[in-house]
Structures are given as structure tokens and as C-alpha cells.
């Protein structure tokens, strides 16, 4: 039976620019290959970074349309296994990973265990392995059928801010006595304020820079110490900080060092929420720490290598069950099914449109 999918493809140099495209799948499939019918995904402004920094970062690479001009935006999901010409891979496994905002992708599995598997296909065999691994949902200890929303909208973020937060207290916070965060309502910073709160030294602040209309939200989170809107940065306290920049907004970016001079001790660029303005990282003519752009598969690495990886999945598994029960008080998980709606969606994302407080799943099959 030949299998017919269909795709969200968009423009790489303009991200507004979105169509809806069909696909088809060989029948049989090829040797060693395994067909995935995407059920859903999470769609978050990290999703957004992900188009704007797929050229630098190679995201286009994972699932390329074969067109220069255009590409597939990740997402990270859960899919099932519907045909499999692969002998240890059976039809109705269901995974977790690095999916296309589709209703189906072609993989090859490659080092099958019995946690989950690669992508071996050849196209992605220069790419980050993290982004490579689909994890099977039956030795996922942190899995339920009830919790894949959740882990879904927050799992690659948390473990993002688990990183950030790992680096912060490995380098002694930077000699910094605040951390600041912009884009403080993002599920990054969330987690990453979180984490701070939980294991901060004495006299170590948590600042969150967000909209105005995003600060009832934020300040109401209950792990900043102080809250600032983009145009309070009067307020911002002048004393040894490190920045860490959700945001993306160059603007911003230059108004936090002018106004921390050598006192920013440390600038860490993450996301691109604040997409239209991103601008580069610059940095050359900006008073106090060079901003560094921090690339969280490759710092993963690092600490794998120091930690081990039963020591390190240990220590991410305890602070994801603590945050997580935080988590489900503070947002509100909407599901969107079709083409249509995850076109409405994405454009949403885009505009900047959705609110802080609400998580959306997504599936393009109606």
C-alpha cells in the first residue's frame, strides 16, 4: 500500500512564506527503512529559532524538501511506526524525537537497543546525534500516554535550561550576583528560573525582562525575584550579572550591556523569540562580556564526557520530575488538528500571537 502524506513546507528566506505540500512514500519501502506516521507535536517559539538559525546551525538539513529555497521546520513529537523494512523495527512502535511538521517521515534506524534508535540515513550523518535519536515510549521512564503533551512542549526546552543552568553553577555563576533573563515567559527561561531558584547560592538574584503584557504572567510564575518590562531597564540593577538572552532582540541586547558596562560578567545568546530582530549577535562594540551564542547539543556533549551518561541522565530525570509538577500549574495545553489549523498556528508563533500561559499540540492529520 502506498502511503500519501503531507507537509508544512516553508520559505527559508522569508519564514511567512508557507504552503502546504503533498508527498508519497515507495511501496515496498527501501531495505532498512521505517515509515513514521507523525501523531503529534509541540509548536514553540523555540521552533521559530530553529527556522532562523537553520542555516547557521544546519537545521534544514535533517528533512530537506530537495529545493534550496525551501525547507521543514523540526519540531519534536510522537510518531508510530506503520511500515517497517527494517528487521528490528516493528510496526506499531511508538517514539519520541526530532519530527517535521508533517503527517509522515522516512528514517532508517541505525544502532537499534532496546531504548530506541538513530537515523542512519546518509543526509543526517554529519548531524547533532541528539537530534538524531527517537526514544521508544516503552523505555521512557518518564513517559505516560497522559503526560506526552508535557514532554512534548517542555522536554528539549527543559533540557536546554538544564544546561544553562549547569553552566552557570560549574563557572561559579560567572562572579555574577544576578542572572538576568529576557524573554522571561518563554518555557526556556521558565525552566531556567526554575532551576535557579532551586539551587542558587545566598544573595544570587533571578531578574525576568518580558512584555508588558506578559508581566502578571511572569511575575506570578513565583521564581523571579524581580520582574522588569523592556522598558523599565532603568530599574535593572547595576552590579556584577550574567545575561542570559531568550530574546534575540539586538536592541535589547545593546540597551542590557550599556546599562551593565563591565559589570556583565558573562552574555549568553539562546533564542530568537524575538525573531524579526535578531540581527546578529554582534558584540565587537558592546561594553562588558562578549555575547557567546550557546549551542546546547554541543555543551551536552561536553558534560556527557565529564559526568558519564548514567550520571547525567540522572541528574536531568530528578530535576524534570521536580519541575514538571510546577509545570502542569502554569499552562494550559490546547490541541490543533489539520493542515489548516497548524498553518494558523505556525503564523501565530511567528506574529508572536500566542499567550504565554498556553501550550499547543499538533497534529496535520485532521
Keep these: 500500500m502506498t502511503h500519501h502524506g503531507t507537509d508544512l513546507i516553508v520559505n527559508r528566506s522569508d519564514l511567512s512564506q508557507r504552503q ?33 538559525a537553520a542555516d547557521m546551525l544546519r537545521y534544514w538539513e535533517f528533512f530537506p524538501t530537495g529545493d534550496d529555497t525551501t525547507g521543514r521546520i523540526p519540531v519534536w513529537g510522537f510518531a508510530d511506526v506503520v511500515a517497517s523494512a527494517h528487521p528490528d523495527v516493528a510496526v506499531g512502535t511508538r517514539v519520541y524525537g526530532y519530527l517535521p511538521m508533517s503527517t509522515h517521515v522516512l528514517i532508517y534506524p541505525d544502532r537499534v537497543s532496546p531504548a530506541g534508535f538513530s537515523d542512519g540515513v546518509a543526509h543526517r550523518a554529519g548531524l547533532s546525534p541528539i537530534y538524531n ?59 531556567l528560573a ?9 544573595g544570587l538574584g533571578i531578574v525576568g525582562l518580558t512584555s508588558a503584557g506578559n508581566r502578571d504572567f511572569v511575575e506570578n510564575l513565583g521564581c523571579y525575584d524581580l520582574v522588569l518590562g523592556y522598558d523599565d531597564l532603568d530599574s ?39 525573531w524579526q530582530s ?3 549577535l554582534g558584540g565587537d562594540d558592546l561594553p562588558g562580556a562578549r ?17 558519564g551518561r548514567a ?18 500549574g502554569w499552562f494550559t495545553v490546547t490541541e490543533f488538528r489539520g493542515p489548516e ?15 504565554p500561559h498556553e501550550g499547543h499540540i499538533l497534529s496535520m492529520h485532521d
Design 236 to 274: 535593572l540593577p547595576v552590579g556584577p550579572a550574567a545575561y542570559v538572552d531568550m530574546a534575540g532582540n539586538a536592541d535589547l541586547r545593546r540597551r542590557v550591556h550599556t546599562r551593565l558596562g563591565d559589570a556583565l560578567k558573562s552574555s549568553r545568546a539562546v533564542g530568537m523569540t524575538h
Design 311 to 328: 550520571e547525567f541522565q540522572a541528574r536531568l530525570d530528578a530535576a524534570w520530575s521536580d519541575f514538571i509538577v510546577q509545570a502542569e
Design 291 to 307: 555575547p557567546e551564542f550557546f549551542f546546547a547539543p554541543s555543551y551536552s556533549q561536553e558534560r556527557l564526557a565529564v559526568l
Design 133 to 191: 535519536h527517537y526514544a521508544l515510549t516503552s523505555a521512557d521512564a518518564q513517559w505516560s500516554p497522559q503526560g506526552e503533551a508535557m514532554i512534548s512542549l517542555f522536554r528539549p526546552l527543559f533540557t536546554t535550561s538544564f544546561l544553562l543552568e549547569d553552566l552557570h553553577r560549574e563557572n561559579d555563576y560567572f562572579g555574577a550576583q544576578t542572572v538576568i533573563l529576557s524573554s522571561a515567559s518563554s518555557k526556556t527561561a521558565i525552566g
Design 278 to 280: 535578531s540581527g546578529g
Design 341 to 355: 489549523a497548524v498553518q494558523a498556528r505556525y503564523d501565530a508563533s511567528l506574529r508572536g500571537d500566542i499567550s
Design 20 to 52: 502546504i505540500v503533498k508527498s508519497s512514500f515507495p511501496d515496498p519501502l527501501p531495505e532498512g527503512s521505517c515509515l513514521l506516521k507523525i501523531d503529534s507535536f509541540a509548536l514553540t517559539a523555540n521552533n521559530i529559532t530553529y527556522g532562523v
Design 194 to 202: 526554575h532551576l535557579l531558584s532551586r539551587a542558587r547560592p545566598d
